[in-house]
């Protein structure tokens, strides 16, 4: 019952970030107008704007004026949707589902964002800051602690990153890297090593393809590489933080 409902919310939250994936980087209400064709303007009525199956039923195409309507509305929603039903299976602790879900909704359209625009907006982070401590605060006070350190440490690390390497990373990315730790405590570290990993990885295929001169000039955004590292640290991040600890330090 409770993956359901998650399942549903999750939907629900995804069409709203689409909103806000679309909206936000223009520097538009996010309220107002209502949803409507970007095209043609026409309102989209309530029967068309159930997440994802809207999409389904109009073939992707806009009722109206018959634009494509990009697969990205339908791939948010059903993705916002999984992770919401796998935060709720993983965790199980009112602390732990909600800053799961909360950050689930923060890097998600942080991470589209990003790689339409190469930007991570301040309003995101400084959102997912101020929630992440009242979320904290509120719910596992003797938490917090671990959370602020690593929030901390996942920034100045990132910020380290970006001062001696300027063209790979952005102070977004140090903005996202410390939200990220506030709401994940230790296991941002696997969530950062993540990223790095999957960057660097991406990095040599561009460079294959492209050659090395060529492939070093290509701009690759590190957002969604973080919002990976971030998204599987929701549901493997302190099992491989034990991993480490039990088979390194012991």
Same mark, same amino acid.
């Given at each position: 019952?409770? /993956?359901?409902?998650?399942?549903?919310?999750?939907?629900?939250?995804?069409?709203?970030?689409?909103? #806000?994936?679309?909206? !936000?980087?223009?520097?538009?209400?996010?309220?107002?107008?209502?949803?409507?064709?970007?095209?043609?303007?026409?309102?989209?009525?309530?029967? *068309?704007?159930?997440?994802?199956?809207?999409?389904?039923?109009?073939?992707?195409?806009?009722?109206?004026?018959?634009?494509?309507?990009?697969?990205?509305?339908?791939?948010?929603?059903?993705?916002? /949707?999984?992770?919401?039903?796998?935060?709720?299976?993983?965790?199980?602790?009112?602390?732990?589902?909600?800053?799961?879900?909360?950050?689930?909704?923060l890097v998600v359209p942080a991470a589209f964002i990003?790689?339409?625009?190469?930007?991570?907006?301040?309003?995101?982070?400084?959102? =997912?800051?101020?929630?992440?401590?009242?979320?904290?605060?509120?719910? *596992?006070?003797?938490?917090?602690?671990?959370?602020?350190?690593?929030?901390?440490? /996942?920034?100045?690390?990132? !910020?380290?990153?970006?001062?001696?390497?300027? =063209?790979?990373?952005?102070?977004? *990315?140090?903005?996202?890297?410390?939200?990220?730790?506030?709401?994940?405590?230790?296991?941002?570290?696997?969530?950062?090593?993540?990223?790095?990993?999957?960057?660097?990885?991406?990095? #040599?295929?561009?460079?294959?393809?492209?050659?090395?001169?060529?492939?070093?000039?290509? /701009? #690759?955004?590190?957002?969604?590489? !973080?919002? !990976?590292?971030?998204?599987?640290?929701?549901?493997?991040?302190?099992?491989?933080? *034990?991993?480490?600890v039990n088979h390194f330090l012991h």
């Amino acid at each position: 019952m409770e /993956a359901t409902f998650a399942g549903v919310l999750g939907a629900i939250f995804g069409s709203f970030l689409n909103v #806000v994936v679309y909206r !936000l980087p223009r520097h538009e209400s996010l309220v107002k107008p209502a949803s409507h064709c970007t095209k043609c303007g026409t309102p989209v009525k309530p029967y *068309d704007n159930i997440p994802i199956l809207s999409w389904l039923l109009l073939r992707g195409h806009c009722r109206g004026c018959g634009v494509s309507i990009s697969a990205r509305y339908p791939l948010i929603e059903a993705l916002t /949707a999984a992770l919401c039903v796998g935060a709720v299976l993983t965790h199980h602790s009112s602390a732990g589902i909600a800053l799961s879900v909360a950050l689930i909704l923060l890097v998600v359209p942080a991470a589209f964002i990003d790689l339409e625009h190469r930007i991570i907006p301040n309003r995101i982070t400084a959102l =997912g800051a101020v929630l992440a401590l009242a979320l904290g605060l509120a719910l *596992d006070p003797a938490g917090e602690p671990e959370r602020l350190i690593a929030g901390a440490a /996942a920034g100045g690390f990132l !910020l380290l990153a970006a001062l001696a390497y300027p =063209g790979g990373m952005g102070m977004g *990315d140090v903005k996202l890297a410390g939200m990220m730790g506030l709401f994940l405590g230790a296991a941002v570290a696997p969530a950062l090593l993540i990223a790095l990993v999957s960057g660097v990885a991406l990095g #040599v295929v561009v460079i294959a393809r492209k050659g090395a001169q060529a492939g070093r000039k290509t /701009a #690759v955004p590190f957002g969604p590489f !973080l919002a !990976l590292g971030a998204l599987l640290a929701v549901f493997v991040g302190h099992q491989l933080v *034990d991993v480490y600890v039990n088979h390194f330090l012991h």
